[in-house]
């Protein structure tokens, strides 16, 4: 059903999306080419969250070049939304550019569109293909799907570890384990999340940042910190640079005059702090999650935790991602992976599925999806 030469268009759309992999967060990544005659006269890519989608840029940009897109095919490597949210529908400007074929790689999940912007262009006398390259376009939103079907975001857990698995030294030292190319890598991942999420421990122990420093972005992530006591120090480097990035700090309860002394004191800086139990006293993590999604609009996260809260997410199963950096030592003595509880039986694992393999340097990296 598909040529060639659709093939090559709409993954000159693709390379356009991935071009959104920083900026675009919560809309999805989607990329745009128009062509007429068998040549690219516009081009375009999701910009930050209140600016242009993909086609409105693509057809901005052909506009520029004094390109008229009249019976031109488009590449879209989304459905074109059919509601005004931040901005108005895209199908509009689609209808009024009057192409003659569209090219869509996947439907859009989003309910509030969900295959109403395919029959608005139908019934606008436009061709409509969908499904050209479907996998390579969701590849490149996870979390925007999961958020729109799941209700939830697209978690990926982060893990530097020497080859016998242990993440830091028994005393809690861990910088570095990873040499420079897969820290560089790491804050790729990053710059895509939503937001980093961590725990008091890790705080404590290493005072990170949790910024994006190695790779050029024009968005900070969030930085949020599990910790139910409030216990994170004031003078913690993850708690300035708000001027790039909101801190929110996630406890157990706000009821005591103590907790809420506490929280004013992160309040008063700029920093938000909610509560959120579960039946044990700790931070409710599914309840987190489910938050951030449909409260905040939050499609991927970024987890950078210790032993602890990995255990804590591996076992109450809020990990969709495992994003492992294996270091070519052993270190003996350490801290392992995550506290997770041992099994009673092998039939009992939770099984996961390598999708990928790379080396930075001498390290590597191998990521994992839930099978």
């Known amino acids: 059903m598909y ?43 999701t910009q930050k969250v209140g600016g242009p989608h993909a086609e409105v840029q693509a057809l901005a940009n052909a506009k520029a070049l004094g390109n008229d897109p009249t019976g031109s095919t488009m590449y879209i490597t989304l459905e074109p939304c059919n509601h005004t949210g931040r901005t108005p529908p895209c199908v509009d400007a689609l209808i009024a550019a009057k192409p003659a074929a569209v090219f869509i790689a996947m439907s859009d999940p989003n309910p509030l569109v969900a295959g109403k912007g395919l029959e608005r262009l139908k019934a606008a006398g436009i061709k409509v293909y969908c499904g050209l390259m479907e996998s390579e376009a969701q590849a490149l939103n996870p979390g925007f799907i999961s958020r729109m079907t799941r209700g939830l975001p697209w978690v990926r857990m ?3 570890a020497s080859l016998d698995g242990k993440t830091a030294l028994p005393d809690g030292r861990s910088q570095w384990i990873t040499g ?3 820290r560089a890598d790491g804050h790729h991942w990053r ?9 008091v421990g890790t705080v ?35 708690l300035n640079h708000l001027d790039q990035s909101g801190v929110m700090i996630v406890c157990a309860s706000l009821e005591s005059s103590e907790m809420q002394q506490k929280a004013k004191t992160f309040t008063e800086r700029g920093i938000e702090v909610i509560a959120m139990a579960n039946a044990f006293g700790k931070v409710d993590l599914p309840a987190l999650f489910s938050y951030l999604a449909k409260e905040r609009e939050m499609n991927e996260i ?14 109450e199963n809020c990990v969709d991602e495992l994003l492992l950096y294996y270091a070519p030592f052993f270190m003996g003595e350490g801290i392992g992976m995550a506290n997770v509880s041992p099994l009673k039986a092998l ?25």
């Not at 939770?350 to 990296?365: A, N």
């Open 3 to 45: 040529s060639a030469v659709d093939h090559q268009f709409m993954s000159e759309a693709l390379a356009e999306a991935q071009k959104a992999l920083y900026l675009s967060n919560p809309n999805p990544r989607v990329g745009c080419v128009i062509v007429q005659n068998g040549q690219v006269i516009g081009r375009g890519f």
């Open 158 to 160: 982060k893990i530097a």
């Open 180 to 182: 420079p190319l897969a």
């Open 191 to 199: 710059a895509q999340a939503c937001a980093i999420v961590t725990g």
């Open 204 to 238: 404590k122990e290493d005072d990170p940042s949790l910024n994006v420093r190695d790779v050029k972005t024009d968005r900070q992530p969030w930085r949020i910190i599990v910790d139910s006591k409030l216990e994170t120090p004031l003078t913690a480097k993850i």
């Open 302 to 315: 970024h987890i950078e935790s210790g032993f602890k809260l990995n255990g804590s997410l591996l076992r």
């Open 347 to 371: 039939d009992d694992k939770q099984e996961w599925k390598l999708i990928d393999q790379k080396l930075f340097g001498s390290d590597l990296r191998l990521r994992f999806i839930k099978n």
